[in-house]
């Protein structure tokens, strides 16, 4: 009888976990760590309600919770410094198409050109990125929706709510987030991955971004070496990466 008993309760502590597990993956989908408040939350802030078990096990999210000041049409994500079309001086799109949100899918790009350190020489390279996708693409505006700067910053393209131009196929129902350079050789910089990484959190947090999105790299959709084999390598190990063709 006693036998059982421990074997019946190894079971349900087996459940306990399995369904702890599978309950805390809203909070993993954002980059967030579950954990009881009293253990406090360094560098980011508990968000209610994607936690499995009692009430003050809640989700620690780096960069903070909702709300807080954005600009434009990227809307309000505290915790990442985005610097607005006014901001880098975009040109003007040439036409506009909308498509709804939240999407399933996110694709990470690189723009193969220039590496960017500072606000001054991102929004510079932002701009060129846009010129060429303009000039020689032919492109309405600058194709990504978001592009991500060697400072840390993140430079809103097409917003969340607009169509892009990045990943054929996918474009309709797809945020792109584009490092600034080439990353085949070399990495992207601290600063810039975690920016991109609370961008994404940020995205889910504002209904932009569905909890089960699939995050893939740009060569997974088409013939391209795209984000670069370094920049690849990095987002194989983030959240919501998947494997194989997109
Ligand atoms: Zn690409």
């Known amino acids: 009888m006693e036998k059982f008993g421990e074997g019946l309760c190894a079971l349900l502590l087996l459940l306990y976990f399995a369904h702890v597990a599978r309950c805390d993956s809203r909070c993993i989908a954002q980059f967030g760590t579950c954990k009881y408040k009293s253990s406090g939350c360094p560098g980011g802030s508990f968000t209610r309600g994607l936690c499995n078990g009692p009430y003050d096990r809640q989700c620690c999210v780096p960069g903070g919770g909702s709300g807080g000041s954005g600009s434009g049409s990227a809307g309000?994500?505290?915790?990442?410094?985005?610097?607005?079309?006014?901001?880098?001086?975009?040109?003007?799109?040439?036409?506009?198409?909308?498509?709804?949100?939240?999407?399933?899918?996110?694709?990470?790009?690189?723009?193969?050109?220039?590496?960017?350190?500072?606000?001054?020489s991102c929004a510079r390279v932002a701009r060129e990125t846009q010129n060429f996708h303009m000039n020689s693409r032919g492109y309405s505006d600058v194709g990504y929706n978001f592009?991500?700067?060697?400072?840390?910053?993140?430079?809103?393209?097409?917003?969340?709510?607009?169509?892009?131009?990045?990943?054929?196929?996918?474009?309709?129902?797809?945020i792109a987030i584009s490092f600034m350079g080439n990353f085949m050789k070399q990495s992207p910089t601290s600063s810039a991955i975690n920016a991109a990484k609370n961008l994404i959190a940020c995205g889910v947090r504002e209904g932009k971004i569905r909890s089960s999105y699939k995050l893939y790299g740009h060569r997974q959709a088409g013939s391209t070496s795209c984000p670069g084999d370094r920049l690849y390598r990095i987002i194989q190990s983030w959240p919501r990466y998947t494997s194989g063709r997109a």
């Open 76 to 120: 309000s994500c505290s915790g990442v410094s985005i610097v607005s079309r006014a901001g880098w001086r975009a040109r003007s799109p040439k036409s506009t198409s909308y498509m709804s949100t939240p999407v399933s899918l996110v694709f990470i790009h690189h723009t193969a050109g220039s590496t960017c350190s500072s606000s001054s």
């Open 147 to 174: 592009l991500v700067g060697g400072d840390g910053k993140i430079y809103e393209g097409r917003g969340w709510n607009r169509v892009g131009a990045h990943t054929l196929g996918f474009n309709s129902r797809a």
